[in-house]
């Protein structure tokens, strides 16, 4: 099982690593170097996410439809392409729209949404995967290594991007995105290799049951304790991601911060993680669960306010405290929530892990887009840019504090309780699947 969790850990970093160029280099570049609208940098961020809802009919029909035998592996493979690909040609898009802004434009509208297509596709098929291969009590470990493969990775990918781009230039990093979109492509495909057991077919298999979005939905949704999970992981989400798209902005424009320093915060923030979900196991055992995503929750409020307060004081280490902080708090909250997410399944594993991942990538839309919003509004209304972000890391404490009082109503026994047996249909066509 140890070897399955490193290669499930492999395709995850993978994935991962797109990110980084993305959220960590690119937007700091497009707002301070480009000097464009941080409302229009954070749509296009979240434009990945608008085919989020397809995560729980991509997870459904992947239950019932393998591809040459593997009920996994084609999708992954197909959505790690289309990271590797956005990841490499976001650049290029970009930097067309000071020559042709229109042109630029809709090139990266479309970048951005292959990455994010890839992104939901790849993501809801290894995490059904990773729930299939661990039992409820192995799943906290299978999310600590993938989880620690894959920050360990993201911390190495900025320590490189960082170092390539040390004298920036258009063309550097357009190189050092290609270089980071290759990476990923190999480690992915590594990790899918042996990973999944090939199934027969029946060859009386019944035709597959097709459910409309409606009924998908109603399947999750019409669950109280699913529905209130749902929302949860989207306030939670919304603001522990929300802050990528501007924390290295804001360091730039509230410190000075070349491109190359503030790439590296992604290293620091990666760091601490990475000591959260060391803890996390020790925590676990004496706090449960639920104990542990409170604690990481705490922390993450207690650093936005760090961090917002930083700015207006001139306060260099204080902002990088509150980013220590920040590391520490989402890995905490992190491996806790993905944990008790793996463990809110049913027999139709891909349809709710395709819902909770709707979720992540409707926050992490949603979280973008406020704060780029916020951003603008009130540095215009304040005439200072600074006092913007202050606003946003204001609002993503509140957000935090909510998300705490939330937390006290979420029980994965009632959530198995309540969860709609398969019907007879259902089964019929997931026995056959399996082979049986």
Aim: glycine residues 10%; hydrophobic residues 55%; proline residues 3%.
């Amino acid at each position: 099982m140890l070897r399955k969790r490193i290669q499930l850990s492999l395709i995850h970093v993978a994935v991962a690593m797109t990110l980084v160029p993305i959220n960590s280099t690119l937007n700091r570049v497009m707002i301070k170097e480009m000097a464009l609208s941080a409302t229009l940098v954070a749509v296009l961020a979240s434009l990945p996410y608008i085919f989020s809802p397809l995560q729980m009919v991509i997870g459904s029909y992947s239950d019932r439809h393998p591809w040459l035998g593997y009920r996994r592996s084609g999708y992954i493979a197909l959505g790690l392409v289309m990271c590797a690909a956005g990841v490499s040609l976001a650049p290029l898009a970009v930097f067309l729209m000071p020559q042709n802004q229109w042109l630029g434009l809709g090139l990266s509208m479309v970048v951005f949404a292959a990455w994010g297509m890839g992104y939901n596709v790849a993501s809801v098929a290894y995490f059904s995967l990773a729930s299939e291969l661990s039992d409820e009590k192995g799943r906290s470990r299978t999310i600590s290594i993938m989880w620690f493969v894959m920050i360990t990775g993201i911390i190495l990918t900025a320590a490189a991007l960082s170092r390539l781009l040390e004298d920036y230039t258009p063309a550097r990093l357009e190189t050092a995105f290609l270089a980071v979109a290759l990476a990923a492509l190999v480690l992915g495909l590594l990790g899918l290799i042996g990973l999944e057991e090939r199934r027969k077919t029946a060859a009386s298999q019944p035709a597959p049951v097709r459910k409309s979005w409606r009924e998908l939905g109603t399947a999750v949704l019409g669950n109280p304790q699913a529905r209130h999970f749902f929302f949860y992981l989207i306030i939670l989400l919304a603001a522990i991601l929300g802050q990528d798209v501007l924390l290295e902005p804001y360091a730039g424009q509230a410190f000075h911060l070349p491109v190359s320093a503030t790439t590296r915060i992604t290293s620091i923030w990666g760091t601490c993680f990475l000591a959260a979900l060391l803890a996390a196991g020790f925590l676990e055992r004496r706090m449960g669960k639920r104990g542990v995503a409170a604690l990481g929750g705490w922390a993450a409020v207690i650093a936005f306010v760090t961090i917002a307060v930083s700015g207006p004081l001139e306060q260099k280490s204080l902002f990088y405290s509150g980013v220590v902080v920040l590391g520490l708090g989402t890995g905490l909250s992190t491996v806790s929530n993905l944990s008790l997410m793996l463990d809110m399944t049913t027999a139709r594993v891909g349809l709710f892990i395709g819902a909770w991942g709707m979720a992540e990538a409707l926050a992490r839309g949603l979280g973008a887009v406020l704060s780029g919003g916020l951003r603008d509004v009130f540095g215009a209304l304040t005439q200072n840019t600074v006092l913007g972000y202050v606003v946003v890391f204001g609002v993503q404490a509140l957000m935090m504090l909510a998300t705490l009082q939330m937390l006290r109503r979420i029980d994965v026994v009632e959530f198995k309780q309540e969860a709609a047996p398969l019907d007879a249909m259902e089964r019929a066509a997931l026995v056959n699947e399996a082979g049986g």
